[in-house]
């Protein structure tokens, strides 16, 4: 870090006395302090990372999956199955051989690189619709590392900017995964809002639910109540 060099005893070499000079180093410090700053929070996130995936990492967790078939044969047949494969015997190989060990590297949700393309995208104010969707997903990533032990603070979250950048978006995934983020940290007053926003009627939190099983689509209880028409005589 810059620091203001001592001044010698008789003599003003290496003393910032002038204006100049101190418009100077200004900036200068400016720049280290913001460096620390972001190396800090860098520090932090990968901490907090390397906690929260620490029991996959030491278990081998992804490849005892490939390796038992009694864990990944029912994932094969869903995706053959899913996708309607033929011929199956082939596919299911090929999936197995192929497909399985490229799944941890498609896992975004635990890159900071994205988790830092993200924050950029709120912070310049060109976030759109996926950039939500991402921050969203990534403030319930923080849910799910602190209920599980990934960090014992909420200081050392590795999302705090992004949780404060992204607060008052209007946008409904923000919007509920604020509402489980708060309440997991012990914000209950969060709680009657999440229950007005799971049985809200508007489409775009109806949809959400329903599609994240929330609400069942098919229960007359939970319908949107439909008007009678009068019949015309």
């Not at 899913?82 to 949700?109: D, F, H, K, S, Y």
Request: aromatic fraction near 8%.
């Amino acid at each position: 870090m810059w620091r203001q060099p001592l001044a010698r005893s008789g003599s003003s070499q290496g003393r910032l006395t002038s204006e100049k000079d101190t418009q100077v180093a200004h900036p200068a410090l400016v720049r280290v302090l913001t460096q620390d700053r972001t190396r800090a929070l860098e520090r932090e996130r990968a901490l907090a990372l390397d906690r929260a995936l620490a029991l996959h990492e030491n278990s081998a967790f992804w490849k005892l999956i490939q390796e038992n078939a009694d864990l990944h044969s029912s994932l094969l047949d869903t995706l053959c199955d899913l996708l309607n494969l033929t011929p199956r015997a082939q596919w299911w190989e090929a999936l197995r051989l192929c497909g399985l060990p490229q799944v941890p590297g498609r896992i975004t949700l635990t890159d900071p690189q994205v988790w830092q393309h993200t924050e950029e995208a709120f912070v310049q104010n060109r976030a759109g619709e996926t950039d939500c969707l991402h921050a969203a997903s990534q403030l319930l990533f923080d849910v799910w590392l602190w209920l599980f032990g990934g960090h014992d603070d909420p200081g050392q979250s590795p999302f705090p900017t992004l949780a404060q950048l992204t607060r008052h978006i209007d946008s409904p995934p923000l919007r509920v995964a604020h509402c489980i983020r708060d309440l997991a940290y012990g914000d209950e007053s969060r709680a009657a809002e999440l229950v007005a926003l799971v049985r809200s009627e508007d489409p775009a939190y109806r949809t959400l639910f329903e599609e994240a099983f929330w609400r069942d689509p098919q229960d007359p209880q939970q319908r949107a109540p439909q008007r009678k028409q009068r019949r015309r005589s």
